[in-house]
């Protein structure tokens, strides 16, 4: 059965650095989101592409957080610079175009010290 | 925006209860309603989901329930299991243009069943 992968599955970093992730969605599906789940909480959309490009960011901070989607299929995240409020899990999902279920990555676990 | 209020924030029962776990959202226009299983260090994985045009879907030992009119919906699981420990989480969604499968999820419910 195809998954939503994710790369790395743990990261550390210290404040002020730059950090990247890296999601890979099952093949076809169009819809890519990434959500950020602080420990004992629900996950929260920062941001959701539709094939390229970018259809909702609001949530996203973007002086410090980029995303892209340059050729519709794999997606990075960024952070830049690191706060330690940025701790969280950070899980991509993916969802065919013209359906709801999305389908969850791993996840990154990262922390800032 | 849609807001999902969810109940309780833990749930422990005996092997063999069952187990009822309550969401409310706030979007009239919310359309479509997943619960998410996430078992600790594990990615949120899809275990049953129900559009506004349905009441009531069951799969084995798990249903789920909604009421459009009251704006609420529930997870019940049956003859529960060890196994079925974990957080689950609710979500709602709805067909906006601009939302187009955007999910918002409820804070989460642990539960725990003891053997």
């Known amino acids: 059965e195809a998954e939503v992968a994710q790369s790395p599955r743990y990261k550390i970093t210290e404040k002020s650095q730059a950090v990247a992730f890296w999601c890979d969605p099952i093949?076809?599906?169009?819809?890519l989101y990434w959500y950020r789940q602080i420990l004992g909480q629900g996950p929260e959309l920062l941001v959701q592409?539709?094939?390229?490009?970018?259809?909702?960011d609001s949530q996203l901070p973007k002086d410090r957080f980029s995303a892209e989607r340059l050729k519709g299929v794999d997606s990075t995240l960024k952070i830049q610079p690191a706060e330690l409020g940025d701790s969280a899990m950070y899980l991509c999902?993916?969802?065919?175009?013209?359906?709801?279920?999305?389908?969850f990555g791993p996840g990154t676990r990262l922390t800032v010290t | 925006g849609e807001n999902v209020e969810q109940h309780p924030s833990t749930l422990s029962v005996q092997e063999g209860d069952s187990a009822v776990i309550k969401c409310t959202y706030s979007?009239?226009?919310?359309?479509?309603f997943p619960w998410y299983k996430q078992e600790l260090g594990k990615r949120p994985q899809l275990i049953i989901d129900?559009?506004?045009?349905?009441g009531e879907k069951k799969d084995q030992r798990i249903a789920v329930t909604l009421n459009k009119t009251a704006k609420h919906f529930s997870l019940h699981i049956t003859e529960t299991q060890p196994e079925d420990s974990a957080v689950y989480f609710c979500?709602?969604?709805?067909?906006?243009?601009?939302?187009?499968?955007?999910?918002?999820f409820g804070q989460g419910t642990i539960l725990t069943v003891h053997p």
């Open positions: 129900i559009r506004s045009n349905v």
């Open positions: 093949s076809g599906h169009a819809t």
């Open positions: 592409f539709q094939d390229e490009s970018v259809v909702d």
């Open positions: 979500a709602a969604s709805s067909r906006m243009v601009t939302s187009y499968g955007k999910l918002t």
């Open positions: 999902a993916s969802s065919p175009k013209q359906n709801y279920e999305q389908y």
């Open positions: 979007d009239s226009a919310s359309n479509y």
